[in-house]
C-alpha cells in the first residue's frame, strides 16, 4: 500500500551533538502523545470508520505520522551520534545509554516506554474523531514545550515544522467531524453507533 521515498519529509541537518536535548525530545517519538501512538492510533480506527472519506484523512494523517515519527528518529540519532563516554556520563542521557546506548528506543522523556495504551481505538465515529482532535493538540502542545526549551537552530526549524503539521492534522480532524455531523441525524447523533445501531430510536 505504501511507496516509501528514501528522504524526511523535512531535512534534519544538526551540527552539535547534545545528549541532553536527545533526552527531552524523545518523547516525541515514544511518549505519551508522540509519533508512533499517533501513526498506530489513526492507522488503527480506520478499519472501524464507516465513513470512507473519514478513512481517507485517518490513513493520510497516519501515513504522515510514520514520516513525523522518522524525523524525530533522525533529530536523536544526529543530538547522539559521536558521543564520548564523559559527554554521556555527564549528561540526562546517561540512563537512557545503559539500557540501550545510542540506539533509538521509543521512550517518554520522564523515561517510561512506549505503551498502546498511549493511543485509542474506540470504533466509535465521534469517539474516535474528538480523540484525534484531543490528541494533535497535545502534541501541539508539547512541540511547544520543546520549542521553550530548545535554543540550537539547526534542532529547533524540524521542531517548528512538527508543530505546524500538527496544527494542520487538527484541521483535517475537524473536517472529519464535521463529514460525520452530516451523515449522522439527530436521533442518533452522540446516542448510538452507525455501525450498530441502525434504525434505533426512531
Same mark, same amino acid.
Not at 501513526?39 to 478513512?55: A, E, F, V
Not at 494523517?61 to 533522525?74: F, I, R
Not at 547522539?80 to 546506548?101: G, Q, W
Not at 494533535?136 to 512541540?143: F, G, M, S, V
Given at each position: 500500500m505504501w511507496q516509501y521515498e528514501k528522504k524526511l519529509q523535512y531535512p534534519v541537518r544538526i551540527k552539535n551533538p547534545n545528549p541532553d536535548l536527545a533526552r527531552l525530545i524523545i518523547t516525541q517519538l515514544g511518549g505519551p502523545d508522540g509519533e508512533l501512538g499517533a %501513526?498506530? *492510533?489513526?492507522?488503527?480506527? *480506520?478499519? %472501524?470508520?464507516?465513513?470512507?472519506?473519514?478513512?481517507g484523512i485517518l490513513t493520510d494523517?497516519?501515513?504522515?505520522?510514520?514520516?513525523?515519527?522518522?524525523?524525530? =528518529?533522525?533529530i536523536i540519532y544526529q543530538l547522539? *551520534?559521536?558521543? %564520548?563516554?564523559?559527554?554521556? =556520563?555527564?549528561?540526562? /542521557?546517561? &540512563?537512557? /545509554?545503559?539500557?540501550? !546506548?545510542t540506539g533509538v528506543y521509543p521512550v517518554a522523556a520522564s523515561g517510561v516506554p512506549f505503551d498502546a495504551t498511549c493511543f485509542a481505538s474506540k470504533g466509535d465515529v465521534l469517539t474516535d474523531i474528538h480523540e484525534d482532535l484531543a490528541a494533535?493538540?497535545? =502534541?501541539?502542545? !508539547?512541540?511547544d514545550n520543546l520549542l521553550r526549551l530548545v535554543?540550537? &537552530?539547526?534542532?529547533?526549524?524540524?521542531?517548528? /515544522?512538527?508543530?505546524? *503539521?500538527?496544527?494542520?492534522?487538527?484541521?483535517? /480532524?475537524?473536517?472529519?467531524?464535521?463529514?460525520?455531523?452530516?451523515?449522522?441525524?439527530? %436521533?442518533?447523533?452522540?446516542? !448510538?453507533? &452507525? =455501525?450498530f445501531d441502525k434504525g434505533r430510536n426512531k
Open positions: %501513526s498506530m *492510533r489513526y492507522l488503527n480506527q *480506520r478499519y %472501524s470508520m464507516p465513513y470512507s472519506k473519514i478513512t494523517v497516519g501515513t504522515e505520522e510514520l514520516a513525523h515519527l522518522e524525523m524525530v =528518529a533522525a547522539t *551520534r559521536n558521543l %564520548s563516554p564523559d559527554e554521556i =556520563a555527564k549528561s540526562d /542521557f546517561a &540512563p537512557y /545509554f545503559v539500557d540501550h !546506548t494533535e493538540q497535545k =502534541a501541539r502542545t !508539547t512541540y535554543d540550537d &537552530p539547526d534542532v529547533r526549524d524540524p521542531l517548528k /515544522f512538527l508543530r505546524a *503539521r500538527e496544527i494542520v492534522h487538527y484541521q483535517r /480532524f475537524g473536517d472529519a467531524l464535521r463529514i460525520a455531523q452530516d451523515q449522522l441525524d439527530c %436521533s442518533n447523533f452522540y446516542m !448510538t453507533n &452507525p =455501525a
